[in-house]
């Protein structure tokens, strides 16, 4: 197991390199005019730099760098050259646009790469429907498929402040308790620096003004990268998690999919849905659940919250099922009907609710209490983080 001061020292060294270097690149982004421009269909109102993937790849890098001395990292480097053409590929999409075609093989290129040089794919199922094992013809084309839809819901989810960053907190806690548990040091660290990485990044972009920047499409697509790559490790035979330390019963597949369940389901919602309009499942929409909260008058500090809390309850609604003995099958219909409700149930029930209705009005009444960045202590954040 892993000492923790060397956990410590890899969070600290992510964070303190993302406090050191965010402002150089907020300065860089305005001189060279890197910048996301508002439009009909974005959020903001004013330019804002999209550089902070740079900012988060750096940390996290650094991270690992520092700690591979301690322990042994080496499988992590396959991981960071897959983040590094993730992070090109999103930033040159910021900055001069790629078309969807080509991000899209770009992605299942980068998956193929950590397939076929980390021998890693989701080839055991761990008892859902009977499953555990599966051949590598059917796991390899079922992880491409799993991790380029993580990667594009990631990136999908990015339209108000702090909620990717946010998320990607959140998920990076869960899974970076599971490996720890389960002694699998590489991916631990990769959790922890990750978390080191955004937290900054994230004060930044929810309560700094002239310091917000984005993460930008480049630090969505490395970010999916590394929530897909906990998730084929999660699920992949060569990681050899010690059977004793899963609780019995316990559905590793239903856990994975809680914990990405707001972004694959929302993600799923919206894409279906273009594509039984007739348009392409990539088309750009305003219909994304945080489209709906800022639309019912939530700030983006109180959209990123209410999403993050829908997964959380997704979350514990998995590991409830599996308290009360439920079974990896009914876990994962529990993940799913959950899932659906809450990401699918709420926005067109919401939707197609009368504007005077009990819900939107109580919604409403939630959303006006959200605007809480700008006022009081939060002011003084805002102020602190600026001057960083």
């Not at 750096?58 to 322990?71: E, H, K, P, Q």
């Not at 108000?160 to 990076?172: D, E, P």
């Not at 660290?189 to 480049?218: C, E, Q, R």
């Not at 009907?337 to 504007?355: E, M, N």
Request: proline share 4%; with cysteine; aromatic share 10%.
């Amino acid at each position: 197991m892993i000492k923790i001061e060397y956990i410590l020292l890899a969070f600290f060294a992510a964070l303190i390199a993302v406090v050191w270097i965010h402002p150089r690149l907020v300065k860089i982004a305005h001189m060279k005019n890197i910048v996301d421009n508002p439009n009909a269909r974005k959020l903001q109102q004013a330019p804002v730099p999209v550089l902070g993937g740079v900012a988060v790849f750096f940390g996290i890098v650094l991270g690992i760098v520092l700690t591979s001395g301690y322990t042994d990292c080496m499988s992590l480097m396959t991981i960071i050259a897959a983040m590094l053409i993730m992070l090109y590929t999103g930033t040159m999409d910021d900055i001069m646009g790629l078309s969807a075609r080509l991000r899209l093989l770009l992605e299942i290129g980068v998956v193929g790469l950590l397939i076929f040089t980390n021998d890693m794919a989701i080839d055991n199922f761990h008892g859902l429907w009977g499953l555990f094992q599966i051949p590598m013809a059917v796991a390899v084309p079922v992880t491409i498929f799993a991790a380029v839809g993580i990667i594009n819901a990631v990136n999908l989810i990015d339209g108000v402040n702090g909620l990717s960053s946010g998320f990607c907190i959140m998920a990076s806690t869960m899974f970076g308790g599971f490996f720890y548990l389960t002694g699998n040091t590489p991916m631990l660290i990769l959790a922890v620096v990750s978390v080191g990485s955004l937290l900054p990044f994230f004060f930044h972009n929810v309560f700094g003004k002239t310091s917000k920047m984005f993460i930008g499409d480049g630090g969505a697509l490395v970010m999916g990268i590394v929530m897909s790559t906990f998730v084929v490790n999660t699920l992949s035979n060569s990681s050899v998690i010690p059977e004793e330390t899963i609780p019995e019963s316990f559905g590793l597949v239903p856990f994975t999919l809680a914990i990405m369940s707001i972004p694959v389901f929302d993600t799923l919602r919206v894409m279906t849905a273009r594509m039984m309009r007739g348009v392409s499942p990539f088309h750009p929409d305003k219909t994304h659940l945080h489209h709906l909260f800022v639309g019912l008058g939530f700030s983006h500090a109180g959209t990123s919250m209410m999403l993050i809390l829908f997964n959380v309850v997704i979350i514990l609604s998995q590991s409830l099922t599996w308290y009360l003995g439920g079974s990896v099958d009914l876990q994962l219909y529990v993940v799913i009907i959950t899932g659906a409700i809450l990401a699918g149930g709420i926005y067109y029930g919401v939707s197609h609710s009368s504007d005077d209705s009990l819900i939107r009005r109580s919604l409403r009444a939630i959303g006006r209490a959200t605007h809480f960045e700008r006022k009081g202590p939060f002011l003084l954040l805002q102020k602190l983080v600026d001057r960083v």
